[in-house]
């Protein structure tokens, strides 16, 4: 957290303390603009792969590296640098940024041909926490969301391309599933919402039932009972062709929805950069909470098990490993108040209060408080790092 703490630092030399919190929530509405703004502040430079940058060329002893200009790279400093990046042997097109300042440091094509990035530690760390300040606006939209996206379902079931996609924002609300990938569909026969087939969904009465293979192998079977989703999936299920979320535009022409699609009309309705991802970090933050919370009610201590279990149970819940929810999902404030006995108090303190909370209301309640505790930590940090 220093190299944060130094980012803070820089926008707060401008004398504006005021200016905190803005900072860090419009970091997260990831304007390139903004985002360039920010990485000046904290004497990062704003770069692209776009430009030159240092090459990688194999040899019988690993590799060499050439400046733009063709020179060889022999500076042992940035040699460490380079080699810090741990850039995997089988990359090809590999870009490396000249500057050790670079927000981005290197990217490459894996052996998928798929783009990978190697971000600055400081960029890594503003992203990471912008991410979970970017929650409490998610948090509150959500209300709104849900209560659109009803409206839209409870119409009579046209298939819609607006229907459709309030259809599939109901299922990431309510079923925690991934969006989906074409190409993961087409190469690994893996896949989401947008990617589903009709022959992973079944109807029994007025229950539909989804069974498909995601991502990483994982098995989902889905038990969907609300009337408003299965009206909707029954007449999917009747439109011409394999795909399940296919939606009639004006001129009367089926079109298949796309994950951008729900992306780009997430944020149409909000006003804010919020993607379908975010409903699975909402829930695994949200899950997370509410099951520390219940064992701080019963009273058991704050163990080490006790986290782990709660972790692994949420981690099977969107299908994946441990690591990758803890790392990715979950909001480590929320771990740090745990292992520091915080969170244990701050449920003894206000019990009366928790227990008329919704999980997602209980959520929002706390991600205030943490995120209010995190400025105030913050802004006690400047004389600290002001000299760093």
Sequence with gaps: MACFYKFVNSIL?????????????????????TCEK????????YVSDSVPGISRKKNKAGFIYYYPDGRQVLEEKVLQRINALAIPPAYHDVWICPYANGHIQATARDDRNRKQYRYHSLWQECRQQQKFYMMISFGKALTAIREHVNRELRKPATLSREQ???AIIYLLDNACLRIGNSVYARENKSYGLTTLRKKHLSIEENKAMLDFEGKSSKI???DLKDRKIVKILKKCEEIPGYELFKYYD????LN??????????????????????????????????????????????????NLKSTIKEVADLLGHTTSVCQKNYIYPGMLIWWQQGRLHSWVKRNKAKIQQLDDDSLLL?????????NEDLLLKSRKKYSSA
């Design 13 to 33: 030399s401008n004398g504006d303390e005021a200016f905190l919190k803005e900072a860090l929530l419009e970091v997260s509405l990831y304007s390139a603009e």
């Design 38 to 45: 920010m990485a000046k502040a904290a004497s990062l430079r």
């Design 164 to 166: 459709i996609i309030c």
């Design 220 to 222: 989902w079977h889905i």
């Design 250 to 253: 004006e001129n009367g022409a």
């Design 256 to 305: 298949v929805v796309c994950s951008q699609e729900i992306n780009a009309y997430l944020q149409t309705l909000t006003k804010k950069p919020f993607t379908a991802k975010d409903f699975r970090t909402w829930i695994a933050c949200r899950e997370t909470l509410c099951r520390l919370v219940e064992i701080c009610l019963s009273n058991e201590p704050p163990t080490p098990k």
């Design 365 to 373: 309640y706390w991600l205030k408080k943490a995120c209010k505790e």
